[in-house]
């Protein structure tokens, strides 16, 4: 009895390590499916004060999803480069409005929303802890270029646009999880990235644009990665 009791507590103490060359190996592919709270960081223009017509202006934040390809090249034990190009549906940013001399028809709180379907390319250094039987944790920093398919910078007499730039360029990091599967390793994975660019086309004859400066991207990602 004795012996048995203590075999079954041996089995659950020691797992099967599952697929133990996968560290060994020089490079791993996979996919990825992300949900992502994107914003926008705000510097009012200097004329903002001066204006006649709004009186107050605040950015949302709004959820997407993003798809994407994964390609990690292992540099060391402790160091993997990895790319994760993806097509980001959604996110979309908004501003609220509220109106101080308004025209006829005008309500005095309005919503401008900016539809948003980015290509994002984002280049990556992962710094891995020691595996622990199936699992392992890493974290992981680097650069990205985004490219708005929806962006109105184009866009012409429409005075109730907010511009945006068609690319931006930003700095990510954040924390991850290896979970070793039999045939598969799931990663959930969390990341802040923070847009360096000004993304504002700013044009100083349209009333909701003329009372913003300087626009900066913000997302907070959440990621759920398979690799193989």
């Known amino acids: 009895m004795l012996l048995g009791c203590t075999i079954v507590l041996s089995a659950f103490a020691q797992p099967e390590l599952n697929r133990p060359n996968h560290d060994y190996a020089r490079y791993y592919f996979g996919m990825s499916i992300a949900y992502n709270r994107s914003s926008l960081h705000t510097s009012k223009s200097t004329t903002f004060l001066q204006n006649d017509s709004i009186m107050r202006v605040e950015p949302g934040a709004s959820g997407g999803i993003g798809l994407g390809l994964l390609a990690t090249l292992k540099l060391n034990k402790r160091f993997e480069m990895r790319a994760n190009p993806q097509l980001i549906i959604g996110g979309s940013k908004y ?24 290509v994002s390319m984002p280049l990556q250094f992962k710094f891995n802890s020691d595996r622990i039987q199936n699992f392992r944790v890493y974290v992981m920093a680097g650069v990205k270029y985004d490219i708005d398919l929806a962006s109105n910078s184009a866009a012409r007499n429409a005075e109730d646009l907010v511009k945006l730039k068609k690319s ?3 700095i990510e990091a954040g924390i991850g999880f290896n979970f070793f599967l039999r045939f598969v390793t799931l990663s959930p994975e969390i990341k802040f990235s923070n847009g360096l660019s000004n993304i504002h086309s700013r044009d100083p004859s349209l009333k909701y644009s003329n009372v913003l400066d300087k626009l900066q991207s913000r997302m907070i990602v959440f990621t759920i990665n398979l690799e193989d």
Do not use: A, Q
């Not at 501003?95 to 980015?118: A, H, Q």
């Open 95 to 118: 501003f609220t409005y509220w109106l101080k001399n308004r025209l006829p028809g005008e309500d005095s709180v309005t919503t401008k929303i900016l539809p948003s379907t980015i």
């Open 168 to 170: 931006d360029f930003g």
